[in-house]
C-alpha cells in the first residue's frame, strides 16, 4: 500500500472558534477562512483527519451525542462550500473525569498519538510524513511523538501559546488559511526527509 501524508486538524481554535467546553450545535462558529483552506487541501489530495481532545464527555459537560451532532454540523457548514474531512476522530477520556467510564488514562488523548495510530491503520496515511496543525503546544507535541511536522496557529489559544514557545519546534505565526497551507504544499513531497531546521527557514521566509 502507498501511504500517503495527512493534515492532523484540531478542531477547537484552529478550524471553528474556540469557546470554552463546546456542549451545544448552535455554538459553533467556523472561522471565514476555514472553509476555502479545507477545500484547497481537499483538491490537493491530501486527507484531512480531525483529531480533537474532548474531555468535557469524561467531565460529564456533555454526551457523545453532542460531540457526533457537532461534527456533524461541522460537515454540513464544510459541505455547503464544496469542503469536506476525511475522518472525525476525538478522545473523550480524561483521568480525572465524573464519568466513570471514561475516566481513565487513555493513550488517545492529545498528545498522546492513539488517535493518529487509528488513522494510519483506518485510512493508511503516512505518519511521519503528515503534518499536525492546532492551536497549543500539545497538537505540536503530538507531532513529535508521531515524528511528522507541527504548525500551531495563531487562532484560538495559539496567541498566547506563543509566547511560551520552546526551541527547536517549528512554528507559524499566521492563521492557518494563509501561511500553514503554503507550508503544506511546499514541503509535502519531502516532508519526512526535511530537518526541524530547514522547515523553520522556510517557514521564516514563506
Ligand atoms: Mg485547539
Ligand atoms: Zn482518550
Excluded at 98 to 103: G, H
Excluded at 126 to 135: H, L, M, N, Q, R
Aim: aromatic share 8%.
Amino acid at each position: 500500500m502507498i501511504r500517503h501524508p495527512a493534515v492532523f486538524l484540531d478542531r477547537d481554535g484552529t478550524l471553528i472558534e474556540e469557546v470554552g467546553y463546546l456542549d451545544r450545535v448552535e455554538r459553533v462558529r467556523l472561522f471565514p477562512w476555514s472553509v476555502a483552506a479545507i477545500r484547497a487541501l481537499n483538491e490537493a489530495g491530501i486527507p484531512i483527519v480531525l483529531i480533537t481532545n474532548q474531555s468535557g464527555v469524561a467531565r460529564g459537560f456533555f454526551t457523545e451525542a453532542v460531540v457526533d451532532e457537532v461534527h456533524r454540523h461541522i460537515g454540513e457548514l464544510l459541505g455547503a462550500g464544496g469542503a469536506h474531512l476525511d475522518a472525525y476522530y476525538y478522545c473523550p477520556h480524561h483521568r480525572d473525569g465524573k464519568i466513570a467510564r471514561y475516566a481513565i488514562a487513555c493513550d488517545c488523548r492529545k498528545p498522546g498519538r492513539g488517535l493518529v495510530d487509528r488513522a494510519i491503520r483506518e485510512l493508511g496515511v503516512d505518519g511521519p510524513a503528515s503534518f499536525t496543525v492546532g492551536d497549543r503546544w500539545l497538537d505540536i507535541a503530538l507531532a513529535r511523538n508521531i515524528g511528522g511536522r507541527g504548525i500551531l496557529v495563531r487562532t484560538g489559544y495559539g496567541a498566547e501559546e506563543i509566547k511560551h514557545r520552546y526551541d527547536r519546534i517549528p512554528i507559524l505565526q499566521k492563521p492557518i488559511e494563509t501561511d500553514a497551507l503554503k507550508l503544506i504544499f511546499r514541503i509535502q513531497p519531502a516532508a519526512a526527509q526535511a530537518p526541524d531546521a530547514e522547515v523553520e527557514r522556510r517557514a521564516a521566509v514563506g
